[in-house]
């Protein structure tokens, strides 16, 4: 019996450690899900082999976003004149201000003939304006906020938009959701357990051993994610709370009610214990 308590006292205090040691040095996770979530490509792709084609044939190599302004009319009509001119000046305004808002380059309808029939819409409602934005200059979200701002035109309906902005937003919004879930599964839990058990002290310590292996599982996937490249995507935190704090849950249940089980037909606690891990 003794042996027993003093494996459990140690059992406790090593997964303390570990959780400890687990969230002192776990990589940020908003930070990995950014630079390591996405889904890629195989380099073997036509699409892929492109890309570094296109890479190698930079000249400065560095790594851009790409960024498109829309200059609306506000409606089905042409732009007019007027606004024309203001988008000029909008245009004119980012190259002059290029080095101050890290911008590498700015194509737009302005440059040459070609661009222009390929940057304005046929029915003169809309024009495109291509920028790259060196992406030592922040998260793709920082460096939004700050273009905003510049090509906002007087008299006209404008936006930015492109794919790094839409996979930051979506990145963004799984971060968000994965929140909702972990809050949600612990809400759910809590209630299924009060009604199963009718007591608050089996729910908590339920929560508390899922949520211990919670914590140590994403320290895990968060290291060999940061040091090794383990393959990871914004779904990964998701997959994680839904198979540990679900079947998590399910075994403490099936664990609690075998012990009751047992605790009846054994003569004390060891002896119940000993035949709940036997059988479960």
């Known amino acids: 019996m003794s042996k027993l308590k003093n494996w459990r006292s140690l059992s406790f205090l090593l997964w303390i450690v570990i959780t400890i040691a687990m969230i002192v040095t776990m990589p940020n996770m908003d930070k990995l ?35 498109i302004a829309v200059f609306n009319s506000g409606s089905k009509t042409a732009l007019t004149t007027e606004q024309k001119e203001e988008i000029i000046k909008t245009i004119n305004a980012l190259q002059n201000e290029k080095e101050q808002l890290g ?9 040459n003939k070609d661009l222009e ?25 920082k460096v939004a906020n700050g273009l905003h701002k510049k090509v906002q035109t007087k008299g006209v309906k404008t936006y ?26 612990i809400i759910f839990i809590l209630v299924v357990l009060i009604i199963v058990f ?11 051993t899922v949520g211990v292996s919670y914590l140590v599982s994403m320290g895990i996937i968060a290291h060999l994610v940061d040091q090794f490249n383990f393959p ?49």
Request: overall charge negative; cysteine-free.
């Open 232 to 280: 990871f995507s914004n779904f990964t935190q998701v997959f994680v709370v839904v198979v540990l704090f679900g079947v998590g849950t399910d075994y403490n249940i099936l664990l609690y009610t075998r012990f009751k089980e047992e605790l009846s037909k054994q003569e004390n606690a060891f002896l119940a214990t000993k035949e709940t891990f036997k059988s479960a």
């Open 33 to 67: 899900v950014k630079e390591k979530g996405h889904i890629t490509i195989p380099n073997t792709e036509q699409s892929s082999i492109a890309d570094k084609m296109i890479k190698e044939m930079d000249k400065d190599g560095t790594e851009k976003y790409e960024i």
């Open 103 to 111: 911008i590498k380059e700015v194509v737009s309808h302005l440059d």
């Open 160 to 185: 930015l938009t492109g794919s790094d902005l839409i996979a930051g937003d979506f990145l963004t919004s799984s971060q968000e959701g994965v929140k909702k879930t972990e809050v949600i599964s």
């Open 198 to 208: 009718r007591s608050p002290i089996v729910p908590i310590v339920s929560l508390l």
């Open 117 to 141: 029939k390929q940057l304005i819409s046929k029915d003169n409602t809309t024009i495109l304006t291509q920028i790259s934005v060196n992406k030592k200059n922040g998260e793709i979200s």
